[in-house]
């Protein structure tokens, strides 16, 4: 069987967005009927957080779509497998966004509006999933710094005065020789 692995593939993508549509509609559905219609009417800071939070979720419903929905031609030949949506890295975490926000309005939906507070985690996991990035970049900008620059130390090469040995007369005349010529 030719590329059973990318139809197998389309099926799981498709399965996938499936639910993602059904599930996104189904919370913003009950979202409108409970808050809207048989609760007491929203603020409008509520109803701008709702915005906020279901535009955002159907933003990323839209890109994985964009990506990972299979293509067929008429015959209904597969043309394009699309991303796989089981993948580590930004898809994951982009799906990741999206069972969160439609917690949040579920849970806002049933109880209090003041759930929306819960997206003040977002900017926090992102912060602790970038600081070891951000840590390992500075630690290669320290090494290129360091590498660029001319003095023994920082280039790797220890100074007979970091053993804690006194330098020899003719050792120190070097050193000197060697720092007149580097700062020219």
């Avoid at 970049?137 to 040995?165: C, I, M, V, W, Y």
Wanted: charge should be positive; avoid cysteine.
């Amino acid at each position: 069987m030719a590329n059973a692995a990318q139809k197998k593939l389309a099926v799981q993508n498709k399965r996938i967005l499936m639910f993602m549509l059904v599930a996104d509609v189904t919370v913003n559905l009950l979202f409108i009927l409970l808050r809207f219609f048989l609760r007491s009417p929203l603020s409008k800071f509520s109803k701008f957080l709702y915005a906020l939070s279901a535009g955002s979720a159907g933003f990323f419903h839209y890109q994985l779509n964009r990506a990972a929905a299979p293509k067929y031609d008429s015959k209904g030949a597969l043309l394009y497998v699309g991303q796989d949506l089981l993948q580590q890295g930004v898809t994951s975490y982009m799906i990741d966004y999206m069972y969160f926000s439609w917690i949040v309005i579920f849970l806002s939906s049933l109880t209090s509006i003041k759930f929306f507070a819960l997206y003040l985690l977002v900017p926090i996991f992102v912060g602790y999933k970038a600081f070891p990035l951000l840590r390992m970049g500075f630690e290669q900008l320290q090494k290129f710094r360091n590498r660029g620059s001319n003095d023994p130390a920082s280039s790797g090469q220890a100074e007979p005065a970091a053993t804690n040995q006194p330098l020899s007369k003719r050792q120190e005349k070097l050193r000197k020789k060697a720092n007149k010529y580097q700062s020219n």
